[in-house]
Each structure stands twice: as structure tokens, then as C-alpha cells.
């Protein structure tokens, strides 16, 4: 079982930056792949970004803004979002899958997902 607790979301201006973390519990996390998702209200869950142990992914709406990272000694996955535009107001949700999760994009994919942190960029 792996628990997943979102934090570092926030109230910020248009062009500012935050950085979410995603600390998961589970002595093999490395070998999971992680997802950031996002819903906005009144849409439905959208990809943000992915990391397993090859490689990363980003979606189109956030390629060049967004980045996201881990550090497996803190069981942790990071997602620097910089040059912020209202339209990434959401909540974003972490999601953990054992092993290479395909198509990461897939939120039926996962297993386990975190409570949420919501993001608010105004203009």
C-alpha cells in the first residue's frame, strides 16, 4: 500500500512559480511511476506530467513551464510549475503506479492517489 500526501499549492499572481511535492510512503517507490493531474472545475482530469525510472513526460500545455523531478531518498516527486497562467487553476493531484505505467497518461492506470492541492493563479 502506498499513501501519497500532496502539498505546495496556493494563491499566486499570473507568471509566478510554486512547486508541488508529492511524499509517498513505500520502501520501493522508486520503482513506481508517478503522475501529476489536474481537474479544473467543471472539467474532467487532465495529465500534467510523469516520471518513471526512464524517463519524464509533459504535457503539451505545460512543455517549457513545467518540470517535474524526484529525489528517491526522500520518496518524493516534484513538480516546479513556473511561468503560471490563470488557466492552470486546478487541483492537482499526484498518482502512483507500481512499475512503467503505459500509457502514462491513462489516470486508469494508477493506483493510488493523493487527496489533492489546489492551485490558483489570478490574472
Known amino acids: 500500500q502506498v499513501q501519497l500526501v500532496e502539498s505546495g499549492g496556493g494563491l499566486v499572481q499570473a507568471g509566478d512559480s510554486l512547486t508541488l511535492s508529492c511524499a509517498a510512503s513505500g520502501r520501493t517507490f522508486s520503482l513506481y511511476t508517478v503522475a501529476w493531474f489536474r481537474r479544473a472545475p467543471g472539467e474532467e482530469r487532465q495529465f500534467v506530467a510523469a516520471?518513471?525510472?526512464?524517463?519524464?513526460y509533459h504535457a503539451d500545455s505545460v512543455k517549457g513551464r513545467f518540470t517535474i523531478s524526484r529525489d528517491n531518498a526522500k520518496n518524493t516527486v516534484y513538480l516546479q510549475m513556473n511561468s503560471l497562467k490563470p488557466e492552470d487553476t486546478a487541483v492537482y493531484y499526484c498518482a502512483a503506479a507500481k512499475g512503467n505505467a503505459v500509457p502514462v497518461t491513462d489516470n486508469g492506470r494508477y493506483d493510488y492517489w493523493g487527496q489533492g492541492t489546489q492551485v490558483t493563479v489570478s490574472s
Open positions: 516520471i518513471n525510472y526512464i524517463r519524464t
